[in-house]
């Protein structure tokens, strides 16, 4: 049973581009939770989906960023117009029910951005 | 969501056991207390969770204060590889699924 897999590894953007992070949940896990790690830092929750649904939001700052699960296919976070302060590892964690299970995290992906 | 207070740092000796502790003084009784620890490079790694009692896995042991206020992670012989970051987390709420990191503890094993 292959891990939660992200891709990129690495992604480098220039000021103003998209950044596009994909994430595949473990066979069978229909919850994806996305956590951003700034550098130095410890890890902050940003968005919690399941298939199709955005169930908390909280952590996600209002502007430019936006996070899919479609029925079919990874769950996607994106990152539009892209600035300095974005520059973080971004990693995906999936689990096969909602409350009180581990979640299992992929290796992340981190965004540079020049 | 659960508030944590974990040490910055610690140290041990290689092959000794190591006590992690954390307050989680703020916990509700249905939180169920998760440990999860961070290899430099790595995402996190589920250790153990439990909500009352003590609880063993072939990774680490859980002992949760009767109060439920605060727990030690034990890791019974602490090897090279267990240097990472170790967080307790605030735990996931009922309804609410989130993970709240604090700082962690950052662990270095002494060869």
């Known amino acids: 049973n292959a891990g939660v897999m992200q891709n990129p590894r690495h992604l480098v953007r220039r000021r103003g581009q998209e950044a596009r992070l994909r994430c595949s949940p473990m066979k069978g896990h229909s919850h994806v939770y996305w956590y951003r790690q700034l550098p130095e830092e410890g890890l902050k929750f940003m968005v919690y989906?399941?298939?199709?649904?955005?169930?908390?939001e909280s952590g996600m700052p209002k502007e430019r960023f936006s996070a899919e699960f479609p029925k079919e296919g990874p769950s996607i976070l994106r990152i539009q117009q892209v600035v300095r302060g974005d520059s973080a590892a971004y990693f995906c964690?999936?689990?096969?029910?909602?409350?009180?299970?581990?979640?299992?995290f992929g290796p992340g992906t981190r965004l540079t951005v020049t | 969501d659960a508030k944590t207070t974990q040490p910055n740092s610690m140290e041990s000796n290689e092959e000794e056991p190591v006590h992690l502790p954390c307050n989680h003084s703020?916990?509700?009784?249905?939180?169920?207390i998760h440990w999860y620890r961070q290899l430099p490079s790595q995402g996190p790694e589920y250790v153990i969770h439990g909500l009352t009692s003590n609880v063993n896995n072939r990774m680490a042991s859980l002992a949760i204060a009767e109060d439920r206020k605060s727990s030690t992670l034990i890791l019974h012989r602490a090897t090279l590889r267990d240097a990472a970051v170790y967080y307790c987390t605030g735990t996931l709420n009922f309804g609410n699924e989130k993970l709240t990191f604090g700082t962690g503890t950052r662990l270095t094993i002494i060869p």
């Open positions: 703020t916990i509700s009784g249905t939180d169920y």
């Open positions: 989906l399941q298939k199709e649904n955005i169930i908390d």
């Open positions: 964690a999936s689990s096969p029910r909602g409350s009180r299970n581990e979640q299992y």
